[in-house]
């Protein structure tokens, strides 16, 4: 299968080498260096700019200032932002950490939408920062245009930050140079409980040298620790190139507050003060809804949800789940009765519900943990939906068995799973032949990170639901730096002629280790 047409015209070739790769470059300065156009006295926008949850139609863009600001987007459909579209958007403060996030509607469908983000004086709007520049492509009206994007997770885990000597998050850079329509971030988008040192001694001698700050010298505990850990990321240029020319859909996972965690959990753990989690789990979640643009949940967080459906045009809906908050404590997983699972009742009847009315040719189920890998919490305890025994559900393992019959009772098509979580890329494929539970349509699920973090072992299969690992790149020992083992990134490719999925788990460097195409219109692969 060809790429997009789309994504090797004029304009999106213009886009990586000219106008607007050049403004971001301009305004997005080397660690520690104040932008050469900044006016003195005058908001800036030190970290760039980035959107969220880009459709047809509509987009979030986001900023964050260095002082009080009034945030403005203008928009047009050149780079040279004749007849540009004014976008007012809120005031910006010390409420929401300096954060903004402006809503655009009305775009037109399938178009290359450039844009820049003023930052003025509350009390003096002639007062402006320099613009910060940025582009995306709205999502395509039609089938013919095809979609492409990527996915990954697991940033800055297990002590590895960002390392100069290596160029930073090096795996940002090439998959910008991808150029896809948006980026899928699986979770895992900080390590909250992971400290990170100025240097770390590798295996072979050779130093591993962080970029650090203060919030990233302990664990995470209050709501100014968590914002810190958000920025951290932002310091890295490569990020923030990759922000401005791509729209990112966002969830989360456990190391935004800490490893494991599930609502309420009492820690034992000695570097916490805070012991209660459901309080740290309220403090990241107001600064990870500052510091993402996501269209469920304003800045703040205490009214929202990350679970959402993101559509993109008539080939793809995304189904974000959210397998943190609404879980039931870590466990054996041996109940022979779960309503609540690792979705919740709420969230699981409202997946049914959006599943059964999507009309999308293909529906990404976008899983914060694997299905039927065992992923262990201690000596006894499970973390994600498998525990180990290949007989019938059990557990969590009940909720996902109801989903699964669900989709295949009401023939329910083009669905498949993407998850990150574990620390290495694979690809398995479920079969009910293979499995203890019967009821349910082949499907597969694809495995890709970290993305700037530890690489780790493989994880054992649970036969519940019957898969087969038909590829797996791993390293063999655990914590493996990323000047040892490359980054994972996944890329998902959808034709619009034809309308089949290519599925290619890429290695940083440049490798693609496996491809498998998937055929439109069928309730099982």
């Known amino acids: 299968m060809s790429h997009n047409p789309r994504n090797s015209s004029p304009d999106r070739r213009s886009l990586l080498r000219g106008t607007v790769a050049a403004s971001a470059a301009l305004a997005l300065p080397a660690l520690g260096a104040a932008p050469a156009l900044a006016l003195s006295g005058r908001p800036r926008a030190t970290l760039g700019v980035q959107t969220g949850d880009v459709t047809a139609s509509s987009g979030l863009v986001w900023v964050r200032s260095d002082r009080p600001a009034r945030m403005i987007v203008e928009t047009s459909a050149t780079d040279s932002f004749r007849r540009a579209h004014r976008h007012h958007g809120p005031l910006i403060g010390s409420g929401t950490d300096f954060t903004g996030t402006t809503s655009l509607r009305g775009l037109p469908a399938g178009e290359q939408v450039h844009y820049r983000v003023t930052l003025a004086d509350p009390d003096d709007p002639r007062r402006t920062g320099e613009p910060v520049y940025g582009t995306f492509r709205t999502a395509p009206a039609k089938r013919r245009e095809g979609v492409r994007f990527l996915w990954s997770g697991d940033i800055a885990g297990q002590g590895w930050g960002i390392n100069?000597?290596?160029?930073?998050?090096?795996?940002?850079?090439?998959?910008?140079?991808?150029?896809?329509?948006?980026?899928?971030?699986?979770?895992?988008?900080?390590?909250?409980?992971?400290?990170i040192q100025p240097s770390v001694t590798l295996p072979d001698g050779r130093i591993w040298r962080n970029i650090t700050t203060e919030e990233k010298s302990k664990v995470a505990q209050t709501l100014a620790d968590f914002r810190g850990n958000f920025r951290y990321n932002l310091l890295d240029e490569n990020v923030r190139r990759f922000n401005a020319q791509v729209p990112t859909v966002v969830q989360w996972d456990d190391h935004e507050v800490r490893n494991n965690w599930y609502p309420g959990q009492i820690l034992d753990d000695p570097r916490y003060t805070e012991k209660n989690v459901d309080v740290l789990a309220e403090r990241s979640m107001c600064a990870f809804s500052e510091y993402f643009p996501i269209s469920t949940l304003p800045a703040g967080g205490r009214e929202g949800r990350v679970h959402r459906v993101v559509r993109h045009g008539p080939l793809l809906d995304v189904f974000v789940l959210d397998m943190r908050s609404y879980r039931n404590a870590n466990s054996p997983g041996r109940q022979a009765d779960d309503a609540q699972g690792i979705l919740g009742a709420e969230q699981l009847a409202w997946l049914k519900r959006e599943l059964s009315r999507s009309r999308a040719v293909w529906k990404v189920i976008a899983s914060d943990m694997p299905l039927g890998l065992v992923v262990p919490d201690?000596?006894?305890?499970?973390?994600?939906?498998?525990?180990?025994?290949?007989?019938?559900?059990?557990?969590?393992?009940?909720?996902?068995?109801?989903?699964?019959?669900?989709?295949?009772?009401?023939?329910?098509?083009?669905?498949?799973?993407?998850?990150?979580?574990?620390?290495?890329?694979?690809?398995?494929?479920?079969?009910?032949?293979?499995?203890?539970?019967?009821?349910?349509?082949?499907?597969?699920e694809f495995v890709s990170g970290p993305l700037a973090a530890g690489g780790f072992p493989a994880n054992a299969l649970d036969a519940t639901f019957g898969p087969e690992r038909v590829f797996v790149r791993a390293p063999e020992r655990a914590n493996v730096s990323p000047m040892e083992s490359p980054q994972y990134f996944g890329e998902v490719d959808i034709d619009g002629g034809s309308g089949e999925l290519t599925v290619r788990l890429r290695a940083e460097g440049g490798t693609v280790l496996f491809s498998k195409v998937l055929q439109p219109g069928r309730v099982g692969q």
């Open 378 to 444: 201690g000596a006894a305890n499970f973390e994600a939906v498998a525990q180990g025994d290949p007989g019938a559900p059990l557990g969590r393992e009940l909720q996902i068995a109801e989903l699964l019959r669900f989709i295949k009772h009401r023939r329910i098509t083009g669905t498949l799973w993407l998850t990150a979580d574990v620390h290495y890329t694979s690809a398995q494929h479920y079969a009910p032949e293979r499995a203890a539970f019967k009821d349910f349509a082949p499907f597969w």
């Open 164 to 195: 100069p000597d290596i160029g930073g998050y090096r795996a940002y850079e090439e998959m910008r140079r991808l150029d896809p329509d948006f980026f899928l971030c699986s979770g895992d988008t900080v390590y909250a409980d992971g400290v």
